[in-house]
């Protein structure tokens, strides 16, 4: 009998590998930027640790609002947004569909779900395809590409591709890191499972299930259990540190115990995958019945709604590029040359659960966010791939801080936008290097925030034009939205705020030194970043909350193209609840740009950062 085996091919331009925010973010960027794309996808939904498999919410540079003018922008703040939009309860699986409605609607951009890579393909240092198995239909994948992106998470295909990596921790004496460990070893962070439970207004028994592992309060004195929302840590001494760590591990039974932790014992995280989440299932059902059974805790209401039984990773392989970005960096707040990226999380080491003895985690905190550099983002074995994600070219100490989603998200849509790039000049990565200024602009205008640098772009005429407005308030003038910065930065708001709202509405107008063909006006409004606005099953993080889209956003107006004072084009904006705006027109002569705000979301002012114009 003949062996039956479905087999199909395709091409493409640039093949991302995984479908976590980051490479998510990296194919959408790419795809944007006129390169034909593929992602694939092992799973059936999108996010990663944010999907409704996971749920873990996304934490980045704003350290949960600590400092809030870092929010994370671009696609990722997009994406929050659209799903503020819809989803006012904090429903998983209408995350899931923003996701998945933004890939399937997205021009030049194929999706393959349920699809797995098993092996890559090499022609001397580049990966030429790599083979994928699709489960639901059966089917092998030959899919081949110019430019490969590994946002796997594990680092997969970099792995298979023999590309160097690293695992654990280096010696403090390879990279000088004060708070590397003596010797180099091969402790890592470990994978968790999350829950989320309810409290029913009455009492709700829980039975033990015959797997279950046995915890006591002893072993758990130093992990915060309780669903009252307490802390038995004493953190008024003078050490900073531990004083956020025992708020930090303040958390209540509602959410789940971020610190059910636990990271194998082999060489390879990954090969301990299933018999750690085999462990995980039955810590997690033992901690819930020592938090129910096993003495008060103030759960006796409380019931388990959903349990997840998909493990979110923390940490396995990081691949090395042409930089390993080193602690050093991150707390000297290092502005780089080639920087693309940026993170500002702490320095943030988890341990075992089983460790009883210690705190769950290690937190380093600083001021301010560092840059990564584009370095970081290649490998340096491979000639056309990039990496995306917590995989990029680490130490430990610094992955500690850039391995959060925020960061992860913004790394992978500098990758996406790089690999387009490379298509258009005909390069690998490397390649790049020689266009890092247009890169790094081209971020911007994308609504990445780049600390250290400002919109300098050549092609905006908006720099150059003469702004006025029908009203402003003193220390928030119109002409900030041409100063190259569109968020608040060291205490400056950066924005045109209006004196309230006329009937009439209020209008910005920019005048063009000498009549230019115009074809695109892009517009950044101010969502107030100092408001949270991720999915998250912490109550606590809820609360932070503001039901729909920030009231800041402005959501009706009107642009208008004018010659020696006459309207020649007009586009109309209605319902509007992004920060990035785009509004395209067919290309004309013009030496006037009016814009006619009508309203927001609900505040009553109108807040604009930036303007840009565009031939």
Not at 151 to 162: D, E, K, P, V
Request: net charge negative; with cysteine; glycine share 8%.
């Amino acid at each position: 009998m003949a062996i039956r085996e479905k087999r199909k091919q395709a091409n493409y331009e640039v093949v991302v590998v995984g479908g976590g925010l980051s490479g998510m973010c990296a194919a959408l960027a790419a795809a944007r930027h006129g390169a034909k794309t593929a992602l694939i996808q092992a799973r059936h939904v999108l996010g990663g640790n944010s999907s409704s498999e996971i749920r873990m919410h996304i934490c980045g540079a704003s350290e949960n609002m600590k400092k809030p003018e870092l929010e994370e922008g671009g696609i990722l703040y997009e994406l929050m947004l659209e799903n503020k939009s819809r989803n006012d309860y904090f429903n998983y699986s209408i995350w899931d569909m923003v996701l998945f409605e933004k890939v399937k609607k997205q021009e030049n951009l194929t999706v393959y779900f349920n699809t797995a890579m098993e092996r890559c393909t090499l022609s001397g240092n580049r990966i030429t395809e790599v083979r994928c198995y699709q489960q639901t239909t059966e089917t092998f994948w030959d899919i081949a590409g110019d430019i490969f992106v590994d946002a796997t998470g594990n680092g997969s295909l970099g792995y298979y591709a023999g590309a160097s990596y690293r695992q654990g921790s280096e010696s403090r004496e390879e990279f000088g890191e004060p708070d590397a460990p003596e010797k180099a070893d091969n402790h890592r962070m470990g994978n968790t499972l999350l829950f989320k439970a309810v409290d029913r207004g009455t009492s709700v028994n829980f039975k033990r299930p015959s797997f279950a592992q046995t915890f006591t309060e002893e072993q758990l004195r130093f992990r915060n259990h309780a669903a009252k929302k307490y802390s038995t840590f004493d953190d008024s001494g003078s050490d900073d540190d531990y004083a956020r760590m025992a708020n930090y591990s303040t958390s209540s039974v509602d959410y789940g115990y971020w610190w059910i932790e636990v990271p194998g014992n082999k060489e390879d995280i990954v090969d301990e995958y299933e018999e750690i989440r085999d462990e995980l299932v039955a810590c997690i059902y033992g901690i819930w019945d020592h938090v129910k059974n096993g003495g008060d805790h103030g759960a006796e209401n409380f019931d388990l709604e959903w349990v997840g039984m998909m493990p979110g990773m923390r940490e396995s392989r990081r691949l090395e590029g042409d930089y390993i970005l080193v602690e050093q960096d991150i707390l000297s707040n290092r502005i780089f040359p080639d920087a693309v990226a940026y993170g500002g999380w702490a320095m943030d080491n988890h341990v075992s659960l089983f460790d009883f003895d210690e705190l769950p985690s290690t937190v380093k905190c600083f001021e301010g966010a560092y840059t990564i550099p584009y370095r970081c983002f290649y490998s340096k074995d491979l000639e056309n791939m990039y990496m995306a994600g917590r995989i990029i070219s680490t130490s430990k100490q610094a992955f500690s801080s850039t391995r959060v989603m925020g960061t992860c998200a913004i790394g992978g849509q500098a990758v996406g936008t790089a690999a387009a790039m490379c298509i258009r000049y005909g390069c690998g990565p490397r390649g790049i290097a020689s266009h890092m200024e247009e890169l790094q602009q081209q971020l911007l205008k994308d609504d990445c925030y780049l600390p250290g640098y400002h919109n300098t772009d050549a092609g905006d005429l908006a720099l150059k034009a003469a702004v006025s407005a029908s009203s402003e308030k003193r220390e928030s003038p119109c002409t900030n939205v041409v100063n190259g910065v569109s968020r608040e930065e060291k205490g400056m708001a950066n924005l045109w705020e209006s004196d309230g709202i006329s009937p009439e509405g209020e209008t910005l107008t920019l005048t063009l030194k000498t009549p230019e063909k115009v074809s695109q006006v892009r517009l950044t409004f101010d969502p107030n970043f100092r408001y949270p606005i991720k999915l998250t099953l912490s109550d606590r993080r809820r609360a932070q909350q503001r039901i729909g889209v920030p009231p800041e956003l402005v959501k009706d107006y009107d642009v208008i193209l004018l010659k020696d004072g006459t309207p020649i084009a007009q586009k109309s904006v209605r319902g509007n609840y992004q920060r990035l705006n785009a509004v395209d027109f067919e290309t004309c002569l013009c030496d006037q740009v009016r814009i006619c705000f009508l309203n927001t979301n609900g505040c009553k002012d109108i807040m604009v950062q930036e303007v840009r114009i565009y031939s």
